[in-house]
């Protein structure tokens, strides 16, 4: 009998492997030969993204949730389970923190019994609304301890110290990397972010939503470039972190609104809404030391890789448009999405105020 056993190969584990990160790390990590346990519970994740990868011999897929304790035997973790966009992390904040503290803490538990290195996806959000300009590494942030977005901010800090102190205190083999925005194929086309929502309503003809006067700053790396980046902060040997990992190419949100317009040939207009609570004025990795440990910098520039998620929606909104005029010619049926739930057709997310969106587009009533 033909056996997949190799004493050799790492078995790694990506936690959030479903989602939009996680579902291209997978995909990576199985073509340099690994075999990769992908851990989701589709809060934001979604089957389709791992349906390519589900015949490969050496993927596995389990439905758990990180808030509560799993024994596994894997050599690495990759962790990424959280909600990333600010609609999703905001519907449930103390779910969005016992990610970061218990699930954290669960998967640090996980890598000192296996001694497997772990790295943490962290995230430009400890820098907060930063005073510092390109933000560096050494800058500790400036961060509302009690606004809408610290449910992420301080939830992602508080792991970042969880991953340390596991460190200082039981020698775990640990990797941070701060991520700034990244976007690319498999954004779950509700995710509320930026580029997906401006590209959504791009290509529906719909009005283009720019949040406060579109002055605000982004840095956008292209998913590729990111996961290069993540997989060799794993594989280089004494570094802890964190490093920042994105692509230093600073745009404004309106300069983001005119780009997709002119990409897409468009003629949708923009409208103005209210900018969020503590949304930051601005944002830049400085990725000196990214350059400098792990020979990494991003090689998308923002049009090439903005054509190419463009390209994904239009297939995506394609596929959703045959599932309706299929589901029509049928008796009354909820649509699904790759998870059995019932979704409706994609609408772009608005941000949370009273938080009332499920991520499946499903709406919560107020009680
Ligand atoms: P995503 O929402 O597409 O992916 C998150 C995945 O985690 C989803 O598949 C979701 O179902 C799963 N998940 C959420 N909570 C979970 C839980 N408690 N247990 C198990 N699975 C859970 O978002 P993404 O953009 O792929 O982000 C992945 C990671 O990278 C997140 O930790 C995020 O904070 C971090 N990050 C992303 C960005 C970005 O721009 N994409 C920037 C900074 C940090
Ligand atoms: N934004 C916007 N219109 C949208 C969605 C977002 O103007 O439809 C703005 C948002 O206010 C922020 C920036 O775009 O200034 C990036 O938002 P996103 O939610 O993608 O990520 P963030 O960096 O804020 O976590």
Redesign the pocket.
């Known amino acids: 009998m033909h056996s997949h056993f190799d004493p050799e190969r790492k078995k790694i584990l990506v936690t959030g492997g479903a989602g939009f990160l996680g579902s291209h790390l997978c995909g990576q990590l199985l073509a340099q030969g690994h075999a990769v346990l992908c851990l989701d519970n589709y809060f934001t994740g979604s089957k389709e993204n791992i349906r390519p990868l589900l015949d490969h011999p050496l993927f596995e897929a389990i439905r758990h949730d990180i808030v509560h304790p799993i024994d596994l035997e894997v050599h690495q973790i990759y962790n990424l389970a959280c909600p990333a ?3 999703h992390y905001q519907f449930d904040p103390v779910r969005t923190v016992q990610a970061n503290v218990l699930g954290v803490t669960h998967m640090l538990e996980l890598a000192r019994r296996t001694k497997a290195r772990i790295l943490q996806a962290s995230t ?2 400890v820098y907060g609304d930063p005073k510092v300009h390109p933000q560096p590494e050494s800058y500790w942030g400036n961060v509302n301890p009690i606004g809408l977005r610290s449910c992420y901010d301080e939830g992602k800090r508080v792991a970042e110290t969880l991953m340390m102190d596991y460190h200082r205190q039981y020698q775990v083999d640990i990797r941070i990397i701060r991520i700034f ?1 990244t976007y690319g194929p498999r954004m779950a086309l509700n995710d ?4 997906s ?2 590209i959504l ?1 791009a290509l529906q003809g719909k009005e ?5 006067d ?1 002055s ?1 700053t ?1 840095s956008f790396c292209y998913v590729d470039d990111l996961i290069e980046g993540m997989i060799r902060m794993m594989e280089t040997p004494g570094l802890t972190g964190p490093v920042n990992l994105g692509n230093p190419g600073e745009f404004t ?1 309106l300069e ?2 005119e780009k997709i317009i002119a990409l897409t040939g468009s003629r949708s207009k923009i409208v103005y ?1 209210p ?2 609570q503590d ?2 004025t601005q ?1 830049r990795p400085d990725i000196t030391l990214a350059k400098q440990a792990l020979s990494w910098e991003p090689t998308i520039r923002l049009e090439a890789g903005l054509k190419r998620t463009i390209d994904y929606f239009e297939q995506s909104l394609l596929g959703q448009k045959e599932m309706t005029v299929r589901s029509a010619a049928r008796p009354v049926r909820a649509k699904q999405n790759g998870n059995g739930d019932s979704i409706p057709l994609p609408k ?1 997310a ?2 949370p105020r009273s938080a009332s969106r499920l991520p499946n587009g499903a709406v919560r009533r107020a009680s």
């Open positions: 966009s600010p609609v430009s959000e925005n509320g972010r930026v580029v929502n401006f309503q283009i939503t720019v949040y406060g579109g605000q982004r949100v983001l609104a809404r900018l969020p949304d930051p944002r772009t608005t941000p």
